[in-house]
């Protein structure tokens, strides 16, 4: 019945099966093992390089209120990165929203929180989305939306995570990142490669949290 009305309303229809006995239990980003997979790997891998790390960092300006997802900084360059993951896009004109806001407002919050005179010289923004078909897909439909939000080449992530911080400057990038990947594999591609070239590494976001489930990380 209810696959029938979502049909004639041209609904697509969702399923969560919770466990009755946690049904007042909320449910949030912080039961996204996936999403916090993406940023556990984040975190660590730039704190080894020696930079600062914090995740899910508040920010308000106004009527502009959230979190950043994973953040890096270095105090002597007054520099910042800032990553912004996506396991889906269920709605791509809120996630561009919201990124733009913390593109617009999060630096200049975080600056004076750290008691950094004049604000960071140097930004490095990067929308995250994890490297799977589902992902893929919306950025090849939509292809020209992304290259508006993200219009900049990947060298000054690769930089922060290389271990350099980008002298100064402010730039905006969008990659895949497999946060499964061994060995030699490729962990992340750019924008260019996503739409171009890329091969999904699962399927979609049910696959990533099975994999995590299976251990098979």
């Not at 949030?28 to 790997?41: C, F, I, N, Q, T």
């Not at 914090?54 to 502009?64: L, V």
């Not at 896009?89 to 919050?109: C, D, H």
Request: glycine share 8%; proline share 4%; charged share 25%.
């Amino acid at each position: 019945m209810y696959a029938r009305l979502a049909e004639a309303l041209s609904f697509r229809m969702e399923i969560a099966l919770i466990d009755s006995r946690r049904r007042n239990a909320s449910f949030g980003r912080e039961e996204d093992p996936v999403h916090s997979a993406m940023g556990e790997l984040e975190a660590a891998h730039l704190r080894a390089r020696g930079f600062d790390v914090a995740i899910d960092e508040p920010y308000q300006h106004y009527q502009f209120a959230g979190r950043a997802d994973v953040i890096a900084w270095s105090l002597t360059a007054c520099a910042l990165l800032h990553i912004e993951n996506r396991t889906r896009f269920p709605n791509l004109q809120e996630s561009a929203g919201s990124y733009n806001a913390k593109r617009a407002y999060f630096a200049k919050i975080l600056a004076e929180r750290l008691g950094i005179r004049g604000g960071f010289r140097s930004e490095t923004h990067v929308l995250v989305g994890l490297w799977s078909a589902e992902i893929l897909h919306v950025v090849r439909l939509r292809k020209a939306t992304f290259a508006s939000l993200c219009p900049d080449p990947i060298d000054r992530f690769e930089a922060w995570w290389g271990g350099r911080s980008p002298a100064d400057g402010r730039s905006s990038t969008f990659m895949l990142l497999d946060p499964f990947a061994t060995g030699r594999e490729r962990r992340y591609v750019d924008l260019d490669a996503a739409v171009a070239t890329a091969r999904p590494r699962m399927r979609g976001y049910t696959n990533a949290a099975a994999r995590l489930g299976s251990g098979r990380v």
